[in-house]
């Protein structure tokens, strides 16, 4: 019988994983801490749930490999094929300088040494028209001159190529025959947009990232072939969707906030099941506060993002992440300013509370003297921290020098680590043209719970959600996700221009396109989904807004389109320009497989006896008052259960605080819904 | 007078940056032409009641502190009591506001429970200010009327209602009205979010606690500012150099010239010994003097603290009147940015003789060249600015970054070549570093960028700008000095000819024809024997160097 799911994703500081059982609706969760060989972690988690492989219908995985060998460079050794006049391209990047006080600002190092990286005499035009035919002497010299370096890989990227990708795809071929070891990557296989640092950047990173992957999810597939596991196993991509070993294998760029991406797909999934469409997915983990939007119950996605100031063209769910979490750093500047983060405490020796040998004084150490955390009851007991060890750093860190008492120190800690997330929720917010107070909060990860009151209150949200098991949702998440691929294509026209027929012709070329790489999800046709985007501006513009392309455009020819393009410019920018010329600049078209999504499971009712786990001695900053707060275990609350603040309500992976004036309501699916009681 | 908790003025600091940043989505988000929202040509920033600035956000370096006095400068000419709640007040008359007239400022008061407690303020580059030059940047005008129009604290609201035909009168006088009028709307609801998000603060604190810690914060950046000043040795420190021309004068160079006294935890930055006013638009106004002044010392001493008004307490900047860095009435800046882009790096070469290990050596200097095509009957008609990146000056403890914009364009991006051919009728042949002119040294200055265009299509033109092409961008303790930007044309044909010339038209150039731009590198740090032999492995090995250059 093949009916379980296991969802594993790779964090900074822990392995989560989250088995569903289809039948039943059960979940079990575990934690692994995340040092030592991946794959051996990975196993150890399947090991300590106790699952058997061979019941396993699917293993969904988030993995950080990528995004981390690019943090660290320590990707491969690899070469660059590009266009004559062109090899500096990848250096000279784009010439901004993103700090301008900064006198010894240097963009980052180039990733393929000037000496890698080759030309070849070739050249398309602006319209897709040959130039210049390739010279296959000189690629083939040029192929031998890397391999005689022995690089490990090879990019390919030819000017225009996102028009027309032949030359790309015979040097490729030339590639195979001369040097058939080489990891390729082709700048057209992997994005189809102009401009041609962008997509060199992500070409290189690519390749420079592919024989680490490779290696790792090979190694993985052998020891799930050994252990008899015959499900399949896909990877999450930044875009929210899942996608086959095989795919991943040679598309590591699409996998690079593969784990974040997992928590967004859960709070989209969470926002159908309660008819909320606008939701903030904040998740608050240990070093970082990851803040991404869901808007009429998608994601809002980007066509582009940087690693490290390394921009990667790819389909990417927008996410936001700031140097906040429990482990963020409080210390006081030499002119007297307290600041929290960015930099934080690693996993070892984490906070000083931990009592591993931390001395510096942190946010989840705040906490525990607000009174906020249960020393004896962190982690559900596998842990106990040191109240007296987090005392003595605040008090001689912050509140010595600081002339204050030991409480107001730690208030004003938690407090400045409130106001921080909370500016950067209502940045991305407004940034992308939305009013907070119009979002429901959905606050995870491990610190999510303690944060979610406050962030509501300063907000003005309408309510804050603490999902059940807030500490692996997003390993949750990825259990909900569709199988997708994408196809973006840079298709420079004037609208004015562009018929109803033809637009029609180019996206159904895109679509197929798309879908012949599907074959092997085994998703019945019937269970697929295509959505069309086209990336649109008024004449003269540089930025473009993102417009869905609905089946019903072509009825009215195209009109409806233009004005959804006025609709939608005019809620980014607070201004439509219904009488300028529109340009098109980009097609996407985005297939879903559409999977099996994990039955919700009912709690059941509230039964009789006592929820009250005791009263604890709390501060709360903005009220000026230290208030004795009712403390309740979670597990014992059912659905109905209302909670009154001021209250502490704990689970094994996360604590969560209600204020004064708010309460807390556990849904029937053991969501706890926090929304402010009007007085 | 009780002090304000140090949490509390945390937390009303941070409040402040954050409208700081909210005003700065908001202009980005709502402005029309590229110049703000691509450029960032632009700065804003909250002050107080007296004009100092409580928090800023930047686009351009230069901007900094030019907002504090726009405002003091409303405020002499109004008084306090000449203000409204909902006012909304334009300036940029340069002598007043600091850099060129196509920089308007749009500010506007705060009040909060009928008191006058904050200003919100923002200058941008408006797409065009009905000057000679379309767009502004004029380079041959004699006085500041040839430039546009003025504006001097004239209110665009009064008490929240609009004057139509202040506005329809300015909409007359731009070549591209509806820009201009999409930009300042935008400049407007930037000013409108600052305003609510302090009376919001207001409302949560009180007027008079923002007042106090602000007070407090002002005491403590100073405080810390002084500290890091004490640390520069005492003294006086010189730097001077030879500008080309100023646009209208063309045989006429004249110099630049700043003395930085050092003396305990103060410092003075003087230009006695800067040429007179020049005739020509490349006058640098004093305000804008004194905010480059107050870059410098933040960048050399805080980079990465939010500023406000304390940090600049201890410095003062001096200078005659009538320099060409202290122009006055009828004085052309319209092309300030070539003395302005020099006074940061005399005010670094200057202090380099003091605290060498955290300056720079000089950077190439403003470079680059529109490529148009006017007149209908030749085509249409397009124009494509290439403002080309170059080589920075060598670290005291690294090479020079190369191919990265001059200091004075901050954040902006150059055009792809794919973006370029997709737009305008040329075919970039080569995009790659320009290996000459890069300084030797222990530490080498970065290298500039060749761009080499192939015109598609007949008559077109192109104007170039440059500077310092006489005396070059130099080197550090015995680093060499960098070479010079230059201009080719009919690259590769018998017509070729190699062009360092300040400022000059060109063409028309037709199809098949090919130029090129090279931008200069970075002058070099220290001296080029004691180059450590790694680094000289790694320039042979990639062709940054050649075996016989060494």
């Known amino acids: ?679 | 007078m009780s002090k304000v908790d140090p949490i509390t003025t945390q937390v009303i600091r941070n409040a402040l940056k954050a409208a700081a940043d909210e005003m700065m989505i908001s202009l980005i988000k709502t402005a029309h032409n590229p110049l703000i929202y691509e450029v960032q040509d632009f700065g804003l920033a909250i002050t107080n009641h007296r004009g100092e600035m409580l928090a800023e956000g930047s686009g351009l370096p230069g901007f900094m502190g030019c907002l504090g006095p726009t405002v003091q400068s409303g405020l002499r000419a109004l008084g306090s009591a000449g203000f409204a709640e909902g006012d909304i007040l334009l300036a940029n008359e340069p002598y007043e506001t600091g850099t060129h007239i196509s920089d308007t400022a749009v500010y506007m008061p705060i009040f909060f429970e009928g008191e006058l407690v904050a200003f919100s303020a923002l200058m941008a580059h408006w797409a065009d200010i009905g000057g000679k030059t379309p767009g502004g940047w004029c380079p041959d005008t004699t006085d500041i009327h040839q430039e546009g129009l003025i504006f001097f604290h004239d209110k665009l609201y009064e008490a929240g209602k609009l004057n139509q035909t202040f506005l329809r009168f300015i909409l007359k006088n731009v070549r591209f009205p509806e820009l201009v009028h999409g930009d300042l709307n935008a400049m407007i609801a930037a000013c409108r979010t600052g305003s609510k998000r302090y009376i919001a603060l207001c409302e949560r604190y009180g007027a008079d606690i923002i007042r106090e810690a602000m007070e407090q914060v002002f005491d403590q950046s100073e405080a810390m500012m002084r500290a890091k000043i004490s640390e520069i040795p005492d003294g006086a420190y010189s730097a001077s150099i030879m500008m080309d021309h100023d646009g209208v004068e063309l045989d006429k160079p004249y110099k630049v010239w700043v003395t930085v006294n050092v003396s305990g935890a103060e410092m003075n930055i003087d230009w006695t010994g800067t040429a007179d006013t020049v005739k020509g638009p490349t006058n640098h106004p004093f305000v804008g003097t004194v905010a480059m002044a107050q870059t410098v010392l933040k960048s050399l001493t805080m980079p990465f603290d939010p500023m406000n008004h304390g940090h600049l307490r201890p410095l003062t900047v001096t200078a005659p009147d009538n320099t060409a860095v202290s122009p006055q009435y009828p004085a052309a800046t319209d092309s300030y940015g070539y003395v302005g882009e020099m006074v940061i790096h005399l005010i670094v070469k200057a202090l380099s003789q003091a605290i060498p290990m955290r300056c720079p050596a000089c950077s190439y200097q403003m470079f680059g060249g529109a490529i148009y095509r006017m007149d209908p009957r030749h085509g249409e008609p397009f124009i494509y600015i290439d403002p080309l990146a170059g080589g920075s000056g060598a670290f005291p403890h690294a090479d020079g970054p190369s191919g990265l914009i001059f200091v004075g364009d901050g954040n902006a991006p150059n055009t792809p070549t794919e973006v370029i051919e997709g737009r305008y009728p040329l075919r970039v042949l080569r995009h790659t570093f320009n290996l000459n002119g890069a300084g030797k040294g222990k530490y080498r200055g970065g290298f500039g960028v060749t761009r080499e265009y192939q015109m598609l299509e007949d008559n077109i033109l192109i104007q170039t700008m440059n500077e310092n092409t006489i005396e070059t961008p130099w080197g550090l303790y015995g680093g060499e000095e960098a070479g010079v930007s230059e201009l080719t044309v009919w690259t590769g044909s018998d017509r070729e000819r190699t062009i360092r010339g300040r400022v000059y038209f060109y063409g028309p150039f037709n199809k098949g024809d090919i130029i090129t731009q090279s931008s200069a590198g970075g002058g070099g740090w220290g001296d080029p024997s004691e180059r450590d032999p790694t680094l000289i492995e790694y320039d042979l090995r990639n062709g940054y160097v050649q075996p016989d250059d060494q």
């Open chain 1, 1 to 679: 019988m093949m009916q379980k799911r296991l969802a594993i994703d790779v964090g900074g500081t822990f392995v989560d994983f989250v088995s569903l059982d289809e039948e039943t609706g059960d979940i079990r969760i575990e934690k692994a801490p995340s040092s030592g060989l991946l794959e051996q972690r990975f196993f150890e988690g399947i090991d300590s749930l106790a699952l058997d492989l061979k019941a396993l219908r699917t293993i969904i995985h988030g993995s950080t490999l990528v995004i981390n060998t690019i943090v660290q460079e320590k990707g491969a050794r690899i070469g660059l094929i590009t266009t004559k006049g062109f090899r500096d391209v990848l250096e000279l990047g784009r010439g901004n300088r993103e700090e301008i006080y900064n006198l010894f600002y240097r963009p980052p190092p180039s990733l393929v040494e000037r000496y890698l990286r080759l030309e070849v005499s070739e050249r398309l035009d602006a319209r897709g028209e040959v130039v210049t035919p390739l010279d296959e002497d000189g690629a083939r010299a040029a192929i031998r001159q890397l391999k005689a370096e022995d690089v490990d890989g090879i990019a390919i990227i030819f000017l225009h190529s996102y028009i027309d990708p032949t030359h790309e795809e015979r040097m490729r071929a030339l590639v195979e025959e001369e040097f058939p070891k080489a990891a390729v990557t082709i700048s057209s296989e992997i994005c189809r947009e102009w401009r041609e640092f962008e997509r060199t950047s992500t070409t290189v990173l690519n390749v420079y990232t592919k024989p680490k992957l490779m290696r790792y999810l090979s190694a993985l597939e052998g020891e799930l072939k050994r252990r008899q596991f015959g499900g399949t196993l896909n990877i999450m991509q930044s875009s929210g969707g899942i996608t086959s070993i095989r795919a991943a294998q040679e598309g590591p760029i699409r996998t690079t906030v593969s784990g974040p991406a997992g928590g967004v797909i859960g709070v989209a999934a969470l926002g159908s099941y309660l008819g909320e469409g606008n939701l903030v997915a904040a998740d608050v983990g240990g070093t970082t506060f990851d803040v991404a939007l869901v808007s009429n119950g998608q994601p809002l996605e980007q066509s582009e993002h940087s690693i490290n100031r390394r921009p990667v063209l790819q389909p990417t769910i927008d996410i936001v992440s700031i140097g906040a979490g429990g482990g963020s750093i409080a210390w006081i500047d030499d002119a007297r300013g307290l600041h929290i983060g960015p930099q934080s405490v690693e996993a070892d020796p984490g906070p000083a509370c931990y009592g591993l040998g931390g001395t510096l004084a942190t946010v989840t150490d705040a906490q525990l003297v607000l009174g906020y955390l249960d020393p004896e009851y962190y982690l559900g007991e596998r842990m106990r921290l040191d109240r007296e060890k987090a005392e003595t750093v605040i008090r001689e860190r912050i509140a010595k020098p600081f002339g204050m008492s030991l409480i107001d120190a730690a208030a004003g800690i938690v407090h400045l680590a409130n106001m921080n997330m909370a500016y950067a929720i209502r940045n991305i917010t407004i940034e992308r043209g939305h009013d907070p107070r119009e979002f429901s909060l959905v606050c995870y990860g491990g610190g999510g719970g303690l944060f979610a009151g406050f962030l509501l209150m300063e907000l003005e949200a309408a309510s804050a959600i603490v999902p059940l098991n807030p500490a692996t949702f997003s390993a949750w998440g990825l259990l909900n996700a569709d199988y997708r691929e994408d196809y973006v294509r840079t298709y420079l026209r004037r609208f004015a221009d562009v018929g109803a027929e033809q637009l029609k012709c180019e996206l159904d070329a895109l679509e197929n396109d798309v879908r012949s790489r599907f074959t092997d999800y085994g998703v019945a046709p019937s269970q697929t989904a295509t959505q069309f985007h086209a990336a649109m501006r008024y004449h003269g513009q540089e930025h473009t807004v993102k417009v869905p392309i609905l089946s019903s455009d072509f009825a009215d020819d195209l009109l409806s389109l233009r004005q959804r393009l006025d609709a939608l410019h005019e809620r980014a920018y607070a201004l439509s320009l219904p009488d300028s010329a529109a340009e098109i600049v980009n097609l996407q078209a985005s297939v879903l497989g559409i999977t099996r999504k994990p039955e919700l499971k009912r709690m059941s009712p509230l039964l009789d006896g006592e929820l009250l786990k005791g009263k604890r001695l709390v501060t709360i900053r903005d009220y000026g008052i230290d208030i004795d707060a009712a403390v309740f275990n979670r597990d014992n609350l059912a659905a109905g259960s209302e909670v009154q603040g001021p209250a502490i309500i704990e689970e094994w992976t996360s604590t969560i605080l209600v204020l004064p004036d708010q309460a807390a309501k556990v849904d029937d699916i053991g969501n706890l819904i926090i929304k402010r009681v009007e007085k």
